[in-house]
């Protein structure tokens, strides 16, 4: 089992000539894209809605951000987080939301540092930004239609914590997005655990049956999930 | 000796109608959405057989696996501990938690941190310990040990639970169950936003990338493992994995069995703790893999018990837990799988009563996801205890040493019968005997023995076709 002596010191050597950089920067990652109309939109949505998720299917832009407008008023959101995600280009989400008077800050943790002078400051402010915010609106890398999963990796623009404080998260993926089962989405995830320190499959709002089997939503993370799926 | 113990503790649950009636819900409740995850028939045993074959294989190389694992996730960033007993593994967490000046620390749900009993030696040196996950916050703030391995509160109605949090937040908690939720997410909130360490359990680590899997519905996985700057995972060595493919099929059968889920809401996969860049996630990350007696059981005929991927469905299906619940079982793990596990990791001596808390009708086999023979452990652990001394009474070996004498010869047999049916007489009313005497009233204290027929069976073969064979 332990490497004869010969071997660690020689592995070593390569390791020390190499020099390389942390794996996590090489490349942006891409994750599987399928053909768009192949029916799993329609069984995303079924599945996510039997574990309480809500879907919806804008029939373009302009009803996606009318929806994504109309589920931050009826929370009354006056504070929302946002997270750059590939569906989310494009609609201008942020000018849409500070039009209606919503204060919305992508949380990218470089701007911020930028902003308050320090990593360390910057931690703590979007600490508190998240855990005071009303919302969170985020992409996805990747999305099971089997279960109604959404996949995403953590990295500078998603901290982890950032779809888990909120009370509700809404989420725009693309239908090209979606892939079939688990098992299609496993090559993305051994590739994905190189690139990112945390990957999440959320699959409906946080939930506990643990007081008299009685499920209930919203114990932890958010009592709400809404996923929007653009064309 | 041991005998009386289980019997001893199972008494208050069996007198309690309340848990009697929630035993009942809660395991069909998993059940049904258990048969309903599984309803294709053909995938599920195609599912299982693949599981039992990736759990075979991993312990048949644990050690390549362990060490594969250990070095991923050091390259990643983490850091590994390598934990011989209970008390290795509770060191490692205090150094740390006493380096990093820590106050509090919140927990997600971990079988492997009650097994080393992390909290108790937590509170003794002064360290404050939260448990996060609905369930166990209820237990711990009554001071109880789980009852069930996935609904651990499983004894307790919204009333009790509203008792505990008015004590616990010193103010009157509203009497329902949404509202006992927000409760939870208050108070805990604060806990996560202020701890100085998050340690959590390992559902599976997968050895080709070193990443630790976190499977939970409620988000506190997520919260302890992202919220403090140090996170302290802690993985029982037979949860490794060999691949992401192999993860896939675990963690199917693992959330199909256990809460008859297709996934549980949240799977957090973490590889190493935040990299440069990163707003939130550990500065830390520490995994430790504890031995704490798997290694002792690997080489026997219990083996296959270090198989377990505790989804809890043999505590749902088996007639015994579903009378007794979790407590009656003493230690950590209930059900069958603890009747097994209990007395391999903690003694023959103190827990061998645990392998006649079965009527060995087998369910547990059966619902197993990965096809554990609980029932056959069941029997070698009596077959042990009968081989050894002093833990069977004089007067049972008597019996079972003339029955093998008397079974093996026709016409003894015969005469035994024929002289017991004489002694039955005063005792047999209706084919039934209600009220044995010594020493086996007991048998007859909560059923019926049948009585011995008027003619034996092998009397009637002739008549009813079968031919009779003797030696």
């Known amino acids: 089992m332990t490497m004869p002596a010969a071997q660690t010191e020689f592995l070593a050597r390569v390791r020390d000539a190499i020099r390389r950089a942390p794996a996590w920067h090489t490349s942006p990652m891409i994750a599987p894209m399928l053909p768009k109309g192949d029916g799993g939109v329609e069984r995303f949505a079924t599945a996510l809605g039997a574990v309480g998720g809500k879907v919806y299917k804008p029939a373009d832009d302009a009803e996606a951000v009318a929806k994504i407008l109309e589920i931050a008023s009826a929370h009354s959101a006056r504070r929302v987080g946002l997270i750059e995600g590939l569906a989310m280009s494009g609609l201008g989400i942020r000018e849409m939301l500070e039009r209606a008077g919503i204060e919305a800050n992508a949380v990218h943790f470089q701007a911020w540092q930028t902003r308050e002078g320090s990593e360390e400051k910057a931690r703590v402010a979007i600490k508190q930004f998240l855990a005071s915010a009303d919302m969170v609106i985020s992409g996805a890398d990747c999305a099971i239609a089997e279960t109604g999963t959404l996949i995403l990796l953590a990295g500078p623009g998603n901290p982890r914590s950032a779809t888990n404080l909120p009370p509700v998260h809404l989420a725009l993926i693309s239908s090209n997005q979606i892939v079939p089962a688990l098992s299609d989405a496993v090559s993305f995830l051994r590739a994905a655990a190189g690139h990112a320190s945390c990957v999440t499959l959320i699959t409906g709002p946080s939930r506990t049956s643990d007081i008299e089997q009685i499920s209930t939503i919203g114990v932890h993370g958010p009592g709400e999930l809404h996923v929007i799926i653009r064309n | ?471």
């Open chain 2, 1 to 471: 000796m041991a005998k009386a113990q289980f019997l001893e503790r199972a008494r208050a649950p069996m007198a309690n109608a309340q848990l009697q009636a929630a035993l009942i819900a809660a395991t069909e409740r998993l059940l049904k959405g258990r048969e309903n995850v599984f309803a294709d028939k053909e995938m599920y045993a195609a599912l299982r057989n693949r599981g039992r074959a990736i759990r075979e294989n991993v312990l048949d190389h644990l050690d390549e696996y362990l060490n594969q694992f250990a070095d991923k996730v050091q390259s990643a960033g983490g850091v590994v501990h390598w934990a011989a007993t209970r008390e290795d593994a509770v060191r490692v967490v205090l150094d740390i938690a006493k380096r990093r000046g820590v106050k509090l620390a919140v927990k997600s749900k971990s079988m492997v941190s009650e097994e080393i009993e992390l909290n108790h030696s937590m509170l003794a040196e002064g360290i404050d310990i939260v448990e996060t996950d609905l369930g166990e916050w209820i237990i711990q703030l009554a001071h109880e040990p789980p009852s069930h391995l996935i609904v651990p509160a499983i004894h307790h109605t919204k009333e009790s639970v509203a008792e505990l949090f008015d004590k616990r937040t010193g103010r009157s908690v509203p009497r329902e169950i949404a509202g006992l939720t927000r409760v939870a997410r208050e108070t805990l909130r604060e806990q996560f936003l202020s701890a100085g360490m998050g340690i959590s359990g390992v559902n599976f680590g997968i050895a080709e990338t070193g990443t630790l899997t976190l499977v939970t519905n409620e988000g506190n996985g997520r919260m302890v493992s992202s919220l403090p700057p140090v996170h302290i995972a802690i993985m029982g060595a037979e949860r490794v994995v060999p691949t992401w493919e192999d993860w896939a099929v675990l963690l199917k059968l693992l959330t199909g069995s256990a809460t008859g889920q297709r996934i549980s809401t949240y799977v957090t996969t973490i590889t190493g703790p935040r990299r440069s860049g990163e707003a939130d996630g550990p500065e830390e990350l520490h995994v430790i893999i504890l031995d704490g007696g798997r290694t002792h059981v690997l080489g026997t005929k219990y083996r296959e018990s270090a198989l377990c991927i505790r989804c809890g469905a043999c505590l749902n299906v088996c007639p015994v837990y579903r009378e007794t619940g979790g407590h009656a079982y003493g230690w950590v793990y209930s059900g069958p799988i603890g009747a097994v596990i209990t007395p391999l990791y903690e003694g023959l001596d103190k827990y061998g009563d645990l392998a006649y808390a079965s009527s060995l009708c087998g369910a547990c086999l059966d619902a197993c996801p990965v096809k554990i023979d609980l029932p056959r452990m069941l029997l070698e652990l009596r077959h042990d205890q009968a081989e050894g001394n002093g833990t069977k009474s004089w007067l049972e070996r008597l019996v079972f040493r003339g029955y093998r004498i008397i079974a093996a010869s026709p016409a003894l047999y015969r005469l035994a019968a024929q002289a017991g049916k004489i002694v039955q007489i005063p005792i047999a009313r209706r084919g039934r005997i209600s009220s044995a005497p010594p020493p086996l009233a007991a048998w007859t204290q909560g059923r019926d023995f049948p009585a011995l027929a008027s003619r034996p069976f092998h009397s009637r073969a002739a008549e009813l076709g079968l031919e009779e064979k003797s030696k």
